[in-house]
């Protein structure tokens, strides 16, 4: 059973950093593409940065500048550098995987979810 396990949330004062992972693990799976998502309270869950297995990475605008994406592939894990922090920054950071998994004598594709990590930027 394919899962991801994220780290790395916590509390920073503006202006700090947090660099957060995921590691996907469990079954035989080939990734598409990792992501990370967030989700601020009364607020829709929005794309912050995702890569490819091709190396191609896109930003929320809000982030560019700021936020690094990278992935460890022999891992399995997706890694995401949060610099230069502001409070609207803060939201659960949710990682996000198109996995193409092999089960039942198939591949199937499909999206997972990490179980979410608090991130919060006092002012």
């Known amino acids: 059973q394919v899962q991801l396990v994220e780290s790395g949330g916590g509390l920073v004062q503006a202006g700090g950093s947090l660099r957060l992972s995921c590691a996907a693990s469990?079954?035989?799976?080939?990734?598409?593409?990792m992501g990370w998502y967030r989700q601020a309270p009364g607020k829709q869950r929005e794309l912050v940065a995702g890569?490819?297995?091709?190396?191609?990475?896109n930003y929320a605008d809000s982030v560019k500048g700021r936020f690094t994406i990278s992935r460890d592939n022999a891992e399995n894990t997706v890694y995401l550098q949060m610099n230069s922090l502001k409070p609207e920054d803060t939201a659960v950071y949710y990682c996000?995987?198109?996995?193409?998994?092999?089960?039942?004598?198939?591949?199937?594709?499909?999206?997972?979810w990490g179980q979410g990590t608090q991130v919060t930027v006092s002012s």
């Open positions: 469990g079954g035989t799976f080939s990734i598409y593409a």
């Open positions: 996000n995987a198109d996995l193409g998994v092999y089960t039942r004598s198939s591949w199937l594709r499909a999206d997972y």
């Open positions: 890569t490819t297995s091709g190396g191609s990475t």
